[in-house]
Structure formats: C-alpha cells, structure tokens
C-alpha cells in the first residue's frame, strides 16, 4: 500500500520562505514523477510543480516558477518543495502526489482543475500540509 505524508507547512509572512517535504513509501520511488498540487479555500485544485523520476526534468506553474524550487532525494523516498518569496496566494493546503507516468509531469505542473480531475494523473496523494502566508 503506497503511503504519502507532507510536512513543512505553518504561518509565515509575505516575503518569507519554507521547505515543504513529503515522503512515500510502499512503492519504488525512483520509478515515479512525483509532484505537488495546492488547494486554497474555496478555489479548484491547481498544479505546483512536478519532477521526474530521476529528478534531471522539472516543471512549475507559471503562478510560483521562480520561487518555487522542487527537488528529490530518492536515497531517502522524498521529495522537497523549497518556497521562497511567498505571498498571501500562496496561501492553500498542498499535496504531495504520487504522478503515475513521468509524461504527465509538464501537465500535471500546470494543471487547473476539480479534485476528480486532478487524481487521474496520480498514483496516490498523501493529506495535506497547511501553509498560511501573511501580509
């Protein structure tokens, strides 16, 4: 059974900068792309970024590239999320998914969509870290 937990997420003012990780188990883990997805109150679920399974290929929606830096270390069967310049719209529940082909990935990265929509790219998803920024 394949597990996936995020962590990292807290309250932080506009400006500031967190490290979100996630960690999946019960698979091999360098055989998947894996990616972050956000969800903000009231709003569809919205692609973050997405790297591949040797972590060479990365994406990011337009809304965080280049504030947003993922990365992974599959010695460890992570992946890290490192957010920095933070604004309140940033503001959401993010999500860790497991993406079940690396092609996916450039999509996935930009994607904008209802929850249902948004599962079909994934393997599993964990539960969400809270991340809460402040003007």
């Known amino acids: 059974q394949v597990q996936v937990v995020e962590s990292g997420g807290g309250l932080v003012q506009a400006g500031g900068s967190l490290r979100l990780s996630c960690k999946a188990s019960?698979?091999?883990?360098?055989?998947?792309?894996l990616g972050w997805f956000r969800q903000a109150s009231g709003k569809e679920r919205e692609g973050v970024s997405c790297?591949?399974?040797?972590?060479?290929?990365?994406y990011y929606a337009d809304s965080v590239k280049g504030r947003f830096t993922i990365s992974r270390d599959n010695a460890k069967n992570t992946v890290f999320l490192q957010m920095s310049s933070l604004k309140p719209e940033d503001t959401a529940m993010y999500y860790c998914?497991?993406?079940?082909?690396?092609?996916?990935?450039?999509?996935?990265?930009?994607?904008?969509?209802?929850?249902?929509?948004?599962?079909?790219?994934?393997?599993?998803w964990g539960q969400g870290t809270l991340v809460n920024v402040s003007s």
């Open positions: 998914g497991v993406v079940l082909l690396d092609d996916y990935c450039p999509s996935f990265a930009q994607i904008r969509a209802e929850e249902d929509q948004v599962n079909r790219y994934l393997e599993a």
């Open positions: 790297i591949n399974d040797n972590g060479e290929d990365t």
């Open positions: 019960g698979l091999t883990f360098d055989d998947y792309a």
